[in-house]
T-cell receptor, first 112, second 113 residues
Framework: AQSVTQLDSHVSVSEGTPVLLRCNYS??????LFWYVQHPNKGLQLLLK??????LVKGINGFEAEFKKSETSFHLTKPSAHMSDAAEYFC??????????FGKGTTLSLSS | DTAVSQTPKYLVTQMGNDKSIKCEQN?????MYWYKQDSKKFLKIMFS???????INETVPNRFSPKSPDKAHLNLHINSLELGDSAVYFC????????????FGPGTRLTVT
């Protein structure tokens, strides 16, 4: 069975500093992995996806994630955080029937 | 143009009532989904339809019944609403059944009193 574990429920950073949101996955086959973002009272938006192509994936708004099979990780990073990045972030794996299996989310808070 | 739309955005109702949430996508996608987000923001798949056929049906009470009149619509009907049904319900769509990115609607916040 597929699953994801987001290692931090809450991350706080200052504006302009790097962001690291950690995610480990478990999958019985080569997974498709995603990061989604949910701004307050909004729907979910895809940030980036990994589907067995390049292991370093670039997404929208300056976010990146690196797929590391040896570590079963898919951490999300951004070099410099912006106030508008404050949101809930979900690490997601896709199962064989295409349903998305969500992690429990990481709340990213920003301070100026 | 809104890609995936849901109505209503907010729904407040009493226990025991029956209610429906509608979802429409104008992306031409073949597959549509319903997800439930609980008060702790945990999201879980409920149903998935591909070309009007049910392909995923998670362990959801049979009070929940999805209906897909055509591949652009996937409605969710809930009978005999319970307090525990209070949540945000998201509709989503994707291009085909293979793993891929999904486009989410804005959500429907259901409150059962």
């Amino acid at each position: 069975a597929q699953s994801v574990t987001q290692l931090d429920s809450h991350v706080s950073v200052s504006e302009g500093t790097p962001v690291l949101l950690r995610c480990n996955y478990s999958s019985s086959y080569s997974p498709s992995l995603f990061w989604y973002v949910q701004h307050p009272n909004k729907g979910l938006q895809l940030l980036l996806k990994y589907t067995s192509a390049a292991t370093l994936v670039k997404g929208i708004n300056g976010f990146e994630a690196e797929f590391k099979k040896s570590e079963t990780s898919f951490h999300l990073t951004k070099p410099s955080a912006h106030m508008s990045d404050a949101a809930e972030y979900f690490c997601v794996v896709s199962d064989q029937w295409t349903a998305l299996i969500f992690g429990k989310g990481t709340t990213l808070s920003l301070s100026s | 143009d809104t890609a995936v739309s849901q109505t209503p955005k907010y729904l407040v109702t009493q226990m025991g009532n029956d209610k429906s949430i509608k979802c429409e996508q104008n992306l031409g996608h073949d597959t549509m989904y319903w997800y439930k987000q609980d008060s702790k923001k945990f999201l879980k798949i409920m149903f998935s339809y591909n070309n009007k056929e049910l392909i995923i049906n998670e362990t959801v009470p049979n009070r929940f019944s999805p209906k897909s009149p055509d591949k652009a619509h996937l409605n969710l009907h809930i009978n005999s609403l319970e307090l525990g049904d209070s949540a945000v319900y998201f509709c989503a769509s994707s291009q085909d059944p293979r793993p891929g990115e999904q486009y989410f609607g804005p959500g429907t916040r259901l409150t059962v009193t």
